[in-house]
């Protein structure tokens, strides 16, 4: 009898532990809602060198363009490339600085601008 109320504590704490396991997935992140980029930054690497980065922070209706890396002392840098306006209609943002006009594409957390990927913050 001592050995069955043994092997059905293990199994109960077996389960358990299972059930702490798969109780505790990490939740994703959300995607894009298709309405606003409104208060998000989105991140991309420089195609050309991997300690350059390239950050997109928009407002409601403007976006600032910057690229963050280190200078050639190896302290942290970064400069605004571009600022403007956006607009998103279904799955294209156009971008306008300086008088130029970019279109993109937004899929779930990337957006494709500037032949780079950029990905939700």
Known sequence: ???????LGMLVLA?????TVVGCKEEPEEDWD???????TWKAPDPTDA???HILTFGST?????MTGTDSNGNPAS???AQGTYSVSGSTVTFIAN???????????KL?????EFTKQ
């Open 112 to 116: 494709t601008i500037f032949e780079m």
């Open 99 to 109: 008088g130029s006009e970019q279109q993109g594409t937004i899929s779930g957390k």
């Open 79 to 81: 400069q605004i490339m």
């Open 1 to 7: 009898m001592k050995s069955k109320k043994l092997w």
């Open 62 to 66: 403007n976006f600032t363009w910057t």
């Open 51 to 53: 300690s350059i980065n």
């Open 34 to 40: 298709g309405k606003t980029f409104d208060g998000t």
């Open 15 to 19: 389960l358990v532990f299972v059930m």
